[in-house]
């Protein structure tokens, strides 16, 4: 597939990230939507004449061409929505972006992906907590993910590169700059054991409107997000809300009820948005991460009434536990029918549910 047709796909005025899939659903590529007649465009829901008339003028492909020669200059990874190596996790969600900037080594499709997210105002409680959650989650190989802002989430990436912790910054401007620029060093280290992630073309600079949209992000890709400190207002809030609408686990610490950047979390606990951890061990046992590997062949009686989606399940089951939803990214189900086989193999008794919607086979 053409790079700069799938550029320039992200780059029109009036599509977003619904339109652009319904469009490459439609036309199968996107070339071929550059290459359809403004008749056929005009038969895609969402697509109206105006925004027709912008994909034929090709304005979008010419600023395309200009964000092919950054990427090329500076190395940058550009991974469309199709790809294999597109987050399976955030594809799992309606809104994902069409197309992400990235540049580091981690993958983004890592085994077990968290997100940490915070006050920018962190104090020197969340910030032990930041500490207390890398020193306890090393071990069990995960990729730590936050927005690179002031406060807790810098402290997160700190944290984790300390300990060698792979962890990914998601920006809310263009990779060719860096907000706020005070934090130019380390995003340069986590490039080296993580990355930076971004949905905005080079020289998108970080207004304000862009960081919701960038929690998004952070909320899609990863198995779980952590609030550790928050106000009653603010983007760690807002990341909290998303994720769970992804049906994503949530957590966070509590505190004392007259600690302003405790309110947050006391309030995402009180109105069950978020399960309550005092200790990063919680957390482990939460999300299941104790258990312990198993080698050898699952040894055990698997019922003949099956149907193909039900034994597809099983077969990636076979070697190791999976989280519900990139159970079903990698088995091609719709979560609203997977919810069904799942339900149908429990009572069968193929399968449990293990804390963190994480499925294992039950005979090992």
Request: aromatic letters at 8%.
């Amino acid at each position: 597939m053409s790079l700069i047709h799938q550029i320039a796909l992200t780059l029109i005025k009036n599509v977003g990230d619904v339109n652009a899939k319904n469009l490459l659903s439609h036309f199968g590529s996107a070339e071929a939507v550059f290459k359809a007649s403004h008749k056929q465009l005009l038969q895609i829901p969402g697509i109206g004449k105006v925004t027709a008339q912008h994909i034929l003028r090709n304005h979008a492909l010419e600023l395309a061409g200009k964000q092919l020669e950054f990427i090329k200059k500076y190395g940058i990874d550009v991974l469309f929505y199709t790809d294999e190596r597109y987050p399976k996790r955030l594809k799992n969600c309606y809104d994902a972006p069409v197309l992400l900037y990235y540049k580091g080594t981690a993958d983004l499709n890592h085994p077990r992906v968290l997100s940490i997210v915070g006050s920018r105002r962190a104090t020197a409680y969340g910030q032990g907590l930041c500490r207390q959650l890398a020193e306890t989650l090393k071990p069990y190989g995960v990729l730590v993910v936050s927005g690179l802002a002031y406060g807790i989430d810098v402290a997160a990436h700190k944290e984790s590169l300390a300990l060698q912790i792979p962890t990914i910054g998601v920006l809310g401007h263009g990779l060719d700059s860096m907000y706020p620029p005070a934090h130019k060093k380390i995003a340069a280290a986590m490039v080296k054991n993580g990355g930076l992630l971004t949905e905005f073309p080079f020289q998108c600079i970080p207004e304000r409107e862009n960081f919701p949209k960038r929690n998004r992000i952070i909320a899609g890709i990863a198995d779980v997000t952590i609030v550790v400190e928050a106000a009653l207002k603010g983007g760690a809030l807002i990341t909290a809300e998303i994720a769970n609408s992804y049906h994503r686990d949530v957590f966070a610490f509590p505190g004392r009820t007259t600690d302003e950047y405790s309110m947050g979390c006391n309030f995402l606990i009180k109105t069950n948005r978020a399960g309550l951890i005092a200790h990063a061990r919680d957390l482990v046992y939460d999300m299941g991460w104790d258990v312990l590997p198993t080698t050898g062949e699952k040894q055990m009686e698997i019922p003949l009434n099956l149907s193909p989606e039900e034994q597809k399940i099983i077969q990636l089951l076979k070697y190791s536990a999976m989280q519900v939803d990139e159970l079903g990214v990698r088995a091609e189900i719709q979560q609203s029918k997977l919810a069904m086989y799942l339900l149908n193999l429990e009572l069968k008794g193929v399968i449990v549910s293990l804390p963190g919607k994480v499925y294992q086979l039950t005979s090992f």
